[in-house]
């Protein structure tokens, strides 16, 4: 190989074109930065590695941010209120079915709870079951996804077969049998997100199924196993983060819904029991005196929509964040 | 580990490989019947046109066929046979004793990894080390295979590579773990002609590099002439011409092969040649052929040649031509009923010009 010394990127690049030595000339740019170059297709990459361009991209969306900034605001003023406000959200006052106030900003209901208090536990509190949720219900639609996707076969039609039956037998109706039966024996909080995490991780293991039988096809999976990686390697090394972007924001989606459902178990008595509060169960309580005491009706239905809304705000910035087609930018 | 004889000898052997494809519409025969070794540091070229089952042939020899495909016959390396080895068996050849390099650089590397993450990935697949260390050897096989600046590349990702540039990062990969052997699988179609020449170049430091033998599978035959010690010709399936690429590119001996000559620009000789085509196309592989499969292209095609499938003869043997004797002696073996005649003829006097305008070129 020739190099042609002493000339900049530019020249370079010219002379390459027209002799005949430059025909084996690596086009070396010395050191400076050689992503720079706009490639021949006028279009350049962003010279950023892929998590600083999806950052990148999240903060620069405005809805994404605003999501992320309430989320983030009713995540911390919860703790905070739950740690520092006079009033904890099991606490009985003597002041019954009080409107807002300066000591009661969200009033009392009808034996002196505050319901500030509440309103800020309960939003905790679907928080924590969300995310469990998401968790569960992600590493187990994954999880089966990414089998029934990269074995198929047998496998494949063994595991979605099991994935329909579950699809079929509606949601709720598992829902409150199992969490009758649940509630009944423990009133912890996990176990309840634990039931509707079985009950949601079919749609994840969908969307990853079909994201591996594409996947699998792919030349670099082939690649790898002529390298002679085991099964176990390719899936979880090499096809696994490039599904990420679909799991990741079907994550997001399976939070904003899992509280959707708790909210409704829980109107419905099913979800969380007294003394624990969560929105649901507020606004269930709130719902008899909406036209009395308004209050204690329209707070927690305000928060539940401020925060679901919040959460796909995130999960929407997050999907158009992700989106390979938005990787290029006019030079 | 004892060191292999690497001096001498076959390491690796395919017998009569056959590979059936069972599809919904019945049986595809890709692969008829291939016998073919490779020595150490040996360049054996595989050419032929699209659908002859160049690519299949690599592929089983790696069981890196889908579960449709029905595969006989014997591989063997080193004296061991793989072929019907199970996924936990061959993991531990692959990649470190065979490596393979795939044709589209565009595709066959992971889009979410950095370059040097997938070199050093495939560094660890095989053997104990910390991934600074598998890093730093990515960042010196990237500079082996003449990537520029390689310290600052290496934590660059795929798309931030030209094609030519990906297909030395593929040979990086192959080259990672020190094989003994390399497929390429027509490392060079996917690429711009004159990027060609660069990754040949790194191809063959890498064979320096790692004294490994290559098993180049290809349609370009400049490619082969340059790159190749002998050269098997692919038809329908089945080899119809193995020699030394001097016996195939100067005498050979089967009207396929000076065909396929005979179609190459030339640019190393003066006289000026129209380019010669083979008329009508490959056949279906769908049903095995009766007679030669390439009876009805051919310009010598008599009676014998639609009921009889000529075997691979010796070359030379019955006394009449150019390749006579020294033919023979260096294994140059042709599928042809007419095979010595073919020898020595004139491509001009066997296939058509593909263009009218000869007076002009002859004038």
Partial sequence: MTEIPGLSPGEERLRIGTTEAGMHTIPSVGPADPRSAPDSSGLAEESRGQLATVVWRFIHSPMAITGLAIFAFLAISSLLVGAFWHYSYTAITNTLNAPPSWSHPMGTNAIGGDLFAQVMHGTLQDIEIALTVAVVATSLGTLIGATAGFYRGKTDTLLMRFVDLILVIPVLAILIVLANKVSKESSDWFYLALIIGLVSWTYVARLVRADFLSLRERDFVEASRALGATNRRIIVRHMLPNAFGPIIVNATITVALSIVLESTLSFLGLGIQPPNVSLGLLVDQGQDSATTEWWLFVFPVIFLVILILSIFFIGDGLREALDPRKSRVRA | ?363
């Avoid at chain 2, 692919?234 to 195939?248: H, I, K, L, N, Q």
């Fill in chain 2, 1 to 363: 580990m004892p060191e292999p004889d690497r001096s001498s000898g076959e390491i690796f052997s395919v017998e009569n490989l056959t590979v059936t494809f069972k599809t919904g519409t019945g049986d595809v025969y890709a692969v008829r019947g291939i016998d073919f070794s490779l020595a150490s540091h040996e360049v054996l070229g595989i050419v032929g046109e699209s659908g002859s089952g160049k690519s299949v042939t690599a592929m089983a020899t790696m069981g890196l066929l889908p579960r449709n495909a029905v595969i006989t016959g014997s591989v063997r390396y080193e004296g061991r046979s793989i072929l019907g080895l199970s996924e936990k068996e061959l993991a531990p050849i692959r990649g470190a004793q065979i490596a393979m390099i795939f044709q589209d650089p565009m595709t066959s590397l992971n889009p979410v990894y950095t370059v040097g993450w997938q070199i050093a990935e495939a560094i660890r697949a095989h053997q104990d080390v910390s991934k600074e260390e598998a890093t730093k050897k990515a960042v010196a096989l990237l500079q082996t295979v003449g990537i520029p600046n390689a310290e600052a590349r290496v934590s660059d990702y795929p798309h931030e590579f030209s094609g030519g540039m990906r297909q030395r990062v593929v040979i990086a990969i192959a080259m990672a773990n020190d094989p003994t052997i390399i497929l390429a699988d027509e490392p060079t179609t996917a690429l711009d002609v004159t990027v060609q020449a660069q990754v040949l170049s790194s191809l063959r430091t890498a064979l320096e590099q790692t004294g490994a033998a290559l098993l180049l599978i290809t349609h370009d035959l400049g490619v082969i002439a340059g790159f190749a010690d002998r050269v098997l010709v692919m038809y329908a399936g089945r080899p119809v011409e193995v020699g030394t690429a001097e016996d195939v590119f100067y005498r050979p001996a089967m009207p396929y092969t000076h065909g396929l000559l005979g179609s190459l620009p030339r640019l190393d000789s003066d006289e000026r040649q129209p380019l010669r085509q083979i008329p009508g196309a490959p056949p279906s592989m769908t049903a095995e052929p009766v007679g030669c499969p390439f009876a009805p292209r051919c310009p010598l095609r008599a009676d014998i040649c639609e009921t009889e499938e000529p075997p691979l003869r010796p070359v030379g043997l019955s006394g009449n031509g150019a390749g006579e004797a020294v033919g023979a002696a260096s294994g140059h073996v042709a599928a042809c009923h007419f095979a010595d005649q073919v020898v020595g003829m004139p491509v001009a006097s066997m296939f058509p010009a593909t263009s009218v305008d000869q007076e002009e070129v002859a004038s």
